[in-house]
């Protein structure tokens, strides 16, 4: 019989890459199954000497990456005996050591569960998947623990997977006519958005709930009794309902800032503000004697809610609101639909086929494919293909377009599912290779595509690696396969450039990007959505044209607010009227705009306030608050936006 070792006492960390004997172990298979191993109590308290020694503060002879990565081998090799026991650990390890806030560290570490969304299950999945000492744990403990310094991007090279780029190919052909295409995005609805409540909350970043606040007594001073609260709602035929008072049972003396019925600046939308955006979409049309060919909704149903407050229910709840409230203002016309980083459950997950987990994760993809199909907005035939692709697909539009739609999370650094494998496998969930084949589909026939999806390329919520992918495949073929790609997820309207040989000036560019506005307010912006002009022949978009509504003024005047023109591209983009009005609106326009945002202060005021929706918060340049615009605008991934602002003379100072 063995004999169980006495907790030992604490050695000190010698050997940086290798789970301690004393540990390894405990964990060792050997053990009977008669009940005479180690209890998990025992490898609990082992694996928490040991990194309590790994993290002595006067251990400085390992420096906090190495830390990080000898802390997840040792994860690795209990998650692959004991995967129990990896919650109660590091969610110890993670306040003890102060590697994120505490309720960072619970939502983080804790088990899943259906109550809220926790992720300590899929960290646990991730650390049997992972090589800590690969890219997996330079980058998990680069992005998710902020441990590591940003590795150098590993070698990416797609070219393999296309035939080469035949120039004779091209030539564009255009049109003479257009057909209109909407483009919405990032509803974050807020199911339990509370008129009266606290718009003006410290405790998270989206107020207007019954649980945020602020935490600052309010002085007398600020006096709010003037502020009024309506019971409003769209009835059953969409008709505005202003309802009744409210006021006397939501007022409360202590607020600071009180949520009124349609939203507010720190609050995600309330259904109100959904059925507004919608209604003012529908009336547009009406109004136009005009519909749009098809709407691009670019993701994100469910809202910023501290992660405690979300659970598996209102997850549903939202996404099949949202999905239900589109069919019903706009019954006519297809929907094409990504879901955003918001839109699964836990946030920000979900997991390849090849891992083992792909289960957890099956509900959201039959779901979508469910409503999709369930609405008319893709055929039976894309069934399949939905689940398959985790809810990316393609379909060809009535005009011929062919737009690819894409889950972001597949390359989203706050899914743990990506940390695995990435030295051998660029692909593990098989959307890179969809999207090639796809386009060399589409490029032998001649056919244009779109490519929708949520999170840019040019963000740090990206994975370098996946966006230098994605920067291969667009740039081997735009511009004459792709011809749009659009994003929602910053919340602000916003645009980038890609260059040929990132050499930015006019001539090189290639092709741009549309981040679209949002009907979400968070933060600091008024809601908004937009459509655009696209030319039938080379489904290139000719003109885009703003919406928008002051929210401000929803404070105090109650009735149903009015959506009102905000601009349209081409006229805001080329003020002397120079770009010829049959081409179109495409990556060397943009470049255009690049320059001018660099050179002009007043196209850079332009571009701010165009990102914030003229909003009472618009960013002023005059007082250096567009640095950063240019880098921006003429990056197409995360790398390129780095090496950009580390060049001083990129930074821009009017
Ligand atoms: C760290 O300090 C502890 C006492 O607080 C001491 O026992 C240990 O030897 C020190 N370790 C190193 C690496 O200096
Ligand atoms: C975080 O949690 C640790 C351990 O439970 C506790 O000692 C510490 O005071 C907490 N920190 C804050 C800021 O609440
Ligand atoms: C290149 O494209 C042209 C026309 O677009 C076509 O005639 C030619 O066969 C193509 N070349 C190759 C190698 O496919
Ligand atoms: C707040 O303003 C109202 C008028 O809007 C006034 O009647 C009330 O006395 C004021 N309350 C305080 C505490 O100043
Ligand atoms: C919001 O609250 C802070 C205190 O937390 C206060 O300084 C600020 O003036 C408030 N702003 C508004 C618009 O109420
Ligand atoms: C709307 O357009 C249709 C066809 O384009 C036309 O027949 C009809 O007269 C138009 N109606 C109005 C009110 O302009
Ligand atoms: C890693 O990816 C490569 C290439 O796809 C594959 O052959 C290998 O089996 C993968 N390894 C693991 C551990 O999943
Ligand atoms: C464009 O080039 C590719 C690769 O050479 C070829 O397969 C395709 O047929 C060409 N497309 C057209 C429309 O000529
Ligand atoms: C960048 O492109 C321009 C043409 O637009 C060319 O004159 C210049 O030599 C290129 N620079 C580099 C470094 O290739
Ligand atoms: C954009 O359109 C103009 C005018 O048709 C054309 O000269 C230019 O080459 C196009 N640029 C790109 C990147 O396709
Ligand atoms: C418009 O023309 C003016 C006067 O020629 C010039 O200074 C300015 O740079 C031009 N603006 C753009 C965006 O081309
Ligand atoms: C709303 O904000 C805009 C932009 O700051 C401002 O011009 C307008 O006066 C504000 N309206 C109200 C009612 O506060």
Redesign the pocket.
Known sequence: MLLLPAILALI?FVAASAVPSELSELLSDDWPLNGKGPTDKQIVQQTMNTLESLY??????IDACTKCKSTLEIGKAISSTKPDLIPEIFVKWCKDNEILSNSTCETTFSRGAITASRSGTDFGNMLQLMDPWSIDGDYFCYFSLSQCPLPETPKVDLSSWWPPKNESNATIEYGTETFNVLHISDFHIELDYLPGSEANCTNNWMCCTDHTYNKNIKPESVNNSAFEFYESYYNEDGEFVKGHDITNENFNESVWFPATEFGHYKCDSPELLVNSSLKSIAQFQKDNNMTFDFAIFTGDMVDHDLLEWIDYDMVIKSQETVMRDLKKYLPDIPVFSVLGNHDTFPYGQIAPHSSGHENLYTWNDELFADLWVGYDWLPFENYEQIKKHYTGYSIVTKSGLKIIATNSNTYYQQNFYTYSNMTDEIDPFGTLKFIVDELVESEAKNQKVWIITHIPFVGEDMLPTQAEAYKQIVTRFSPTTITGIFFGHTHKDQFNVLYAHDNKTIDNAIMNTWIDLTVTPIENYNPGWRYYEVDTKSKNVMNSYNYYMKLNETFTNHDEPEWLFEYSAREAYDVNGTWPKTSPLNATFWAQAVESIKNEKSMAQTYSDFSYRLSPYVPDCSKGKCSYYYCYVSSFTINEYNECVANKENLINY
């Open positions: 000190p002595k503060k006067n251990n400085t002879v």
